[in-house]
């Protein structure tokens, strides 16, 4: 899986930007196919028209999660090759280029973090000061990149979002959402009102142009279907796998044999793993297919690492086994 990830977020990139460009060519060809009826197909010409980038999605979330998923890997595999970073570079700066043009704000900032978090686990809380002068130095590039192509349609929508005006919705509507499931998760806090109960009772609300199928938080969705038994039980599960995860990966840090490929894929675990916890906080991943999987790739990286190398010693000590055998069956002759 991990080797189809970078082409097919490229493709995913690519097609975003020359559709762009030909707003006709994605009107004609990309809504037909993915729209599901009138309101979903309205709902697309209200995006595209809005300027923001879907490439080969049908919502520009989807394509935001896609970057999102493919600069993690990008980043991780930089982080791992050493000094063959030049194609790893370019990877990682066009798919971060295009998360910020996605318009998405809470996926570029969760990216960010996650990145942040993961150089700090590499180098120790003593790189603090290194990544506030790379911060610095990324600021000030930032400044002036928003000066020059604030002019630029194709990065307006982010920076209209980033920027929001003095009384919008920094939640996106996403309050009117939120209070039922929270009024209704009071009402039987232990137990819930069912698995699947927001689908049955609220898939009225709307948010935007958009008619909601889940919560857009995850844990108040957990606490509203499941009460705090079921919440308990599915939260541990992810957090136990991350702290796993991070153990597993300080562990392995110290062993001189520990393969770049290794290490490519732990780091991407860890991050993929960090960006679902938070994404959690105002989005679907849980019940969306599109990211639910990756994470699920991610949660398997150390459970297959920690075998391959179990079974790796196993057949060396095997193997020094026979020698072993086979010296003392030649020193009898």
Sequence with gaps: ?????????????????????????????????????????????????????????????????YLSIGFLYAYSRFL???????????TMIAFFLGLAMSGKRAHFAFCLIAAIYVYIVIYGTRSINRIIKR??????????????????????????????????????????????????????????????????????????????????NVYLQLLYETGILGFLAIGSLFFISFRKTYQLYRIIQKDPF????????????????????????????????IIFFPYIFACSVPITVKYNRERKALLQNEMHKKDIESDERRDAL
């Excluded at 809504?31 to 209200?46: C, Q, T």
């Excluded at 791992?80 to 370019?90: C, D, L, N, P």
């Excluded at 000030?140 to 990149?145: N, R």
């Design 135 to 216: 911060f610095l130095i990324v600021f000030c590039a930032a400044l002036f990149l928003f000066i020059v192509l604030s002019t630029a349609s194709v990065f307006q929508t982010t920076l209209t979002r980033i920027i929001a005006q003095e009384n919008a919705d920094v939640f996106s509507g996403r309050i009117i959402i939120w209070e039922p499931m929270w009024r209704d998760f009071l009402s039987s806090p232990f137990i819930g009102s069912g698995w699947g109960a927001f689908r049955y009772n609220y898939s009225y609300l709307m948010m935007g142009n958009d008619r909601m199928t889940d919560g857009h």
């Design 1 to 65: 899986m991990q080797k189809a990830i970078i082409p097919l977020v490229w493709i995913q990139f690519a097609s975003a930007i020359i559709l762009f460009f030909n707003r006709d060519a994605q009107k004609s060809y990309v809504i037909p196919f993915f729209a599901l009826d009138s309101v979903s197909a309205n709902n697309l010409v209200r995006q595209i028209e809005s300027n923001y980038l879907l490439g080969l999605t049908s919502h520009f979330s989807a394509f935001a999660i």
């Design 80 to 90: 791992s090759s050493g000094t063959k970073r030049k194609k790893s570079t370019i």
């Design 258 to 289: 520990f393969q770049a490929s290794e290490k490519e894929l732990m780091l991407f675990s860890v991050s993929m793993q960090l960006f679902f916890l938070m994404y959690c906080m105002t989005g679907n991943p849980l019940y969306d297919f």
